[in-house]
């Protein structure tokens, strides 16, 4: 059974930091692509960033663009999102997802699996 566990989320004031981990129990990790996505209260889930197989290739929604990276390390099964420069506007639920090839990176109907979901609260 396919399990993605998000971690490290929390209550972070303005301009703070944050990093989220998910851990994979995929076999072949390596052949998935991870994404992160985000849902705030009322809102729509949307896309945060996307990081192709070997990490070669990253992708960034705009609004997170140049304070958010993704990184992964295959040999620990796990993809991470560093948060910086927080902002209120960034507090919702944050799930990372996986695909074998997805169509769209940034669409969420393109990954196959999904972890439960890790909060993330910014104060002003």
């Known amino acids: 059974q396919v399990q993605l566990v998000e971690s490290g989320g929390g209550l972070v004031q303005a301009g703070g930091s944050l990093r989220l981990s998910c851990a994979a129990s995929?076999?072949?990790?390596?052949?998935?692509?991870m994404g992160w996505f985000r849902q705030a209260p009322g809102k729509e889930r949307e896309f945060v960033a996307a990081?192709?197989?070997?990490?070669?290739?990253?992708y960034y929604a705009d609004s997170v663009k140049g304070r958010f990276t993704i990184s992964r390390d295959n040999a620990k099964n796990t993809v991470y999102l560093q948060m910086d420069s927080l902002k209120p506007e960034d507090t919702a639920v944050y799930y990372c997802?996986?695909?074998?090839?997805?169509?769209?990176?940034?669409?969420?109907?393109?990954?196959?699996?999904w972890g439960q979901g890790t909060q993330v609260t910014v104060s002003s």
């Open positions: 995929l076999r072949t990790f390596s052949s998935y692509f």
């Open positions: 990081i192709s197989w070997s990490g070669g290739s990253r």
């Open positions: 997802a996986a695909a074998p090839d997805p169509d769209e990176y940034g669409s969420r109907w393109g990954y196959e699996y």
